[in-house]
């Protein structure tokens, strides 16, 4: 069965330092999300995008982040300029269509640590 | 704003009993969706059951099925004959008819005992 993958996972960056963290959806799938989990606290929802373009975002979703689909397998999240506070799960999902009526598909996750 | 509310942190059971996972929500919307999604120990987040709030009818897939309350914004999770598979966090998860973005409880983690 498809499966969403996440590169890597685990990753380990300074403060201030830029991280690059790699999804690769399933392949028949047009939409894209990113989460993130801080430990001991809630699933958040980040963005989500669609058509080469960002189609929803939260509050969390600042200036220092940023999300980019460069080729036609891949999705990436990049975060500008690390602060501790970044410090948390990353899940990447997709799905077929939009809105509830499609299941999303979540990766494994990537844990960064910044420090 | 809308809020999920799990307020049982760890559950445990025996193998082949039966147990209730509880989710509270609020909103404003009136068509919106309500989910339960599974993430086994080092494993992805997958999909357990989806509720449509105009729907009626509580969703039923196999060994699973939810008690879903519209009027007191509840979404209860029920687990039969519980299998030592079944040991996993389960969230609750909330999306707006309009939108595409999840909001998710705390998560409760069940341990199925043999």
């Known amino acids: 069965e498809p499966e969403v993958t996440q590169t890597p996972s685990h990753q380990v960056t300074q403060m201030g330092q830029e991280v690059i963290l790699r999804c690769v959806p399933i392949?028949?799938?047009?939409?894209f999300y990113w989460y993130r989990q801080i430990l001991g606290q809630k699933v958040e929802f980040l963005v989500s995008?669609?058509?080469?373009?960002?189609?929803?975002k939260s509050e969390i979703f600042d200036d220092q982040f940023s999300v980019e689909r460069p080729d036609g397998s891949n999705f990436t999240l990049k975060i500008r300029s690390t602060k501790l506070e970044d410090s948390a799960m990353y899940f990447c999902?997709?799905?077929?269509?939009?809105?509830?009526?499609?299941?999303?598909?979540f990766g494994p996750g990537t844990r960064l640590t910044v420090t | 704003a809308q809020t999920v509310t799990q307020s049982q942190p760890e559950m445990s059971v025996q193998e082949a009993e039966t147990v209730t996972l509880s989710c509270t929500y609020d909103?404003?919307?009136?068509?919106?969706?309500l989910f339960w999604y599974k993430q086994p120990p080092s494993r992805q987040m997958i999909l357990v059951i989806r509720?449509?709030?105009?729907?009626?009818q509580n969703a039923t897939e196999n060994r699973f099925s939810v008690n879903f309350q519209k009027a007191a914004k509840s979404f209860s999770l029920k687990i039969s004959d519980s299998q030592l598979g079944d040991t996993a966090m389960y969230f609750c998860?909330?999306?707006?008819?309009?939108?595409?973005?999840?909001?998710f409880g705390t998560g409760t983690s069940l341990t199925v005992i043999p």
């Open positions: 995008f669609y058509n080469n373009e960002i189609s929803e």
């Open positions: 998860a909330f999306m707006k008819r309009t939108g595409n973005q999840f909001y």
């Open positions: 392949s028949n799938h047009l939409y």
């Open positions: 909103t404003s919307e009136n068509n919106y969706y």
């Open positions: 509720q449509e709030a105009y729907k009626q």
């Open positions: 999902a997709s799905s077929e269509g939009v809105r509830g009526d499609y299941e999303q598909y």
